[in-house]
C-alpha cells in the first residue's frame, strides 16, 4: 500500500474541495457568491468541530483540578477594549491600490517579497528587508514603510500598477451601536479574543469558587477581527473561534507555569493525532509591551509552519489595566504569604478553526491500493476515532432475509453511547468508501453468519482488515475504541 499524502500547496486545494463535498466546511452565503473569509461547518464539520472542542474543555477542566469554565458575552463594555488595548494598538498597516481599489496589508507585501527573495536562494536579502520592515513599523514610521514597498518595485497583483496610497494603520475590531434610538446609542465592539471576557470575570470566578491561586478559567467562543488579508481556508477568517485559558498564578512564579502549559499544550496536539515532526515551538522574538515571553506551536500546513496556538505569559497587565480603568481592586489575598496582589498571568490560546484545519490537513490520506492492473487510489481521513464525526456505520450485507432489521436493531443499541450511522444503500465497498471520506473508524457489516451465531464483522478504516466479535461484545469494545479516554490517557503520562 503505498501512501500518497501531498505536503504542497495543491493539497489545500484538494483539502478544500474534500472539505466542501463531504460536508465538513461551505463558503459563508455561498447562493450569493459566498462572503469572504467567513465559513460554515456542515453536517460532518460541526461533529469534528463540537468533538475538538469538547476534548480541549474536558482537558482543560476536567483533568485539571484548578480549571474551571466561564462563558461571558460577546458584547462587552467598550471601556474593556480601552483597557486592554484594542482600541488604540489592535492595528494592522494596509496600502490601497489606487487602480485597482484593492486593499493589502502593508507588512504582508513586504512579507511576500522577501519569501520570493528565499526561494530565489536569496535569503540575506530577504531578511534584511524584513528587518527594515520591523524597524520602521516599530517606530510608527507608516511612510517609511511605503517607500520601501515603491522602492521594492511591488505592484497589485490586479491592476499591476505601483500606484500606490499612503500607509494607514486599520483597526481590526468589528464596532456597532447598542440603544434602539441613535441618540442613546454607543458604540460597542464584537469582542476580538475571548480573553477579556475572562480577566474581567477573574474576581467573579475567585470569589464564588473559592479558588486559590494558581488557578485557571478557560472559555470557548467567538472573536471576530476585520483581517485584511484572508487566506488560506479557514486558517484566517473575520469570524472565529478561540479556545483560551488564563492562569492566574503568584508574581515570581510565571515562568515556570509558562513552561508547564508549554509542555502541557504540545502533548496534548500530539495526543489528539498530530505528529510530532509536523508540530513545533516558535519563541516571539520581539514581545508585545505587556508580555514577558511568549511561543507559538507552529503546525506545518501544506502553506508551510504557521501558528496554531499562542502562549503567553502576560504578566499582570490586563488585570492591572482593568483595575486602573474600572476602578475596582482586581487584587487576590494569598493566605500562604499573606499578601495582596494582582495575580500574573500566563495564557493559552488555540483557534479551533486553524487546529480544526490542522487535523484535517493531517488526517486527509491518498493512498494507492491492490496491485498490479486492481490497483486503485483510496482517499481517507486518518482522524483519531474519539475525534471522527460519526464513530460506527452499521451496515447490513443485503437488505433481505432479516439482516436489514437484525442490523436496525444493533444500529439502535449502539446510537446511545456513540454517534453510530446505519446505510443500508448500494454494494458493500461504496458504502465502506463513503465512511471512510468522512473519516468513519469503525464499520460493523451484519452478514448471514450474524443470523445464526450473533456475531459481525467490524472493518477498521485504515488497515481495512476485518474482525468477527460478538454482538455482545459490540458496545464496549468500539465504546473504548472511540473513546476520549483513550486520548485523556496520554495527557496523564
Ligand atoms: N488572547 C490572545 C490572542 O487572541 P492571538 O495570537 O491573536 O492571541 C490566538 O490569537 C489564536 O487564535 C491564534 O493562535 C489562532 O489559532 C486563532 N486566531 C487568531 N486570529 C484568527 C483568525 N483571523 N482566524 C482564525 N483563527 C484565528
Redesign the pocket.
Known sequence: MENKKQDTASALKDIISHAKEYGFVFPSSEIYDGLQAVYDYGQNGVELKNNLKMVWWKAMTMLNDNVVGIDASIFMHPLIWKASGHVDSFNDPMIDNKDSKKRYRADTLLEDRAAQYEAEGKAEVGKALLQKMAKALDAGDLEAVRQIIIDENITCPISNTANWTEVRQFNLMFSTQVGAVSEDASLIYLRP?T?QGIFVNFLNVQKTGRMKVPFGIAQIGKAF?N?IVARNFI???RE?E?M?MQFFVRPGTEMEWYAAWKEVRMKFHQAIGLPASKLKFHDHEKLAHYANAAVDIEYEFPFGFK????I?SRTDFDLKAHQDLSRKKQQYFDPEINENYIPYVV?T???A??LFLAILCNAYTEEIVGEGDQQKQRIYLNLHPAIAPIKVAVLPLVKKDGLAEKAQEISRSLKFAFNTTYDEGGAIGKRYTRQDLIGTPYCVVIDYQTMEDDTVTVRDRNTMSQERISIADLKEKLGYAVSMERIFEKLLV
Open positions: 479574543e480573553a477581527r483581517e486558517f484566517r477568517m472565529f478561540q483560551e501558528e496554531m496556538e499562542g503567553h495564557e490560546s488555540v483557534g478553526d486553524r
